[in-house]
């Protein structure tokens, strides 16, 4: 199973992306990119299974705005799951969720996401 983001981006350079590359800023609105196949990537990785995965709207706007091929790659305990989501329609809605899922800020916000349900992604 793949545990973190770095696992994750070595997985699809290995096997299916060799020109992947990380972004060089942190703060970018993606993870990695191709410029052959000029595509940005965003990842993660979720300790548990769900059938729907949530991307939230801020970052589904900036990767779309990018002009380019926007990708949201998903681990899970089942499989690794890439959405190509210029391809989607999504549905979007209020939910209040953790600020931070992995950082010490766990407080709760509202944020603005869309469903990803896993049979619109390809499975890796």
């Known amino acids: 199973m793949i545990r973190t983001e770095r696992e994750l981006f070595d997985y699809i350079k290995s096997n299916y992306i060799p020109d992947l590359k990380l972004a060089d800023d942190k703060f970018s609105s993606y993870d990695c990119y191709s410029l052959k196949h000029k595509m940005v990537i965003e990842l993660k990785c979720r300790r548990t299974h769900y059938d729907s995965l949530f991307v939230e709207k801020m970052k589904y706007d900036k990767l779309i705005s990018l002009g380019c091929e926007a990708r949201y790659v998903n681990s899970t305990p089942k499989g690794v799951y890439s959405f190509n989501i210029n391809e989607i329609?999504?549905?979007?809605?209020?939910?209040?969720?953790?600020?931070?899922?992995?950082?010490?800020?766990?407080?709760?916000?509202?944020?603005?996401?869309g469903e990803l349900h896993i049979t619109n992604s390809k499975l890796l």
Do not use: G, L, P, Y
């Open 89 to 113: 329609d999504v549905d979007w809605i209020e939910r209040v969720m953790k600020k931070q899922t992995d950082f010490s800020n766990n407080s709760k916000v509202a944020k603005i996401v």
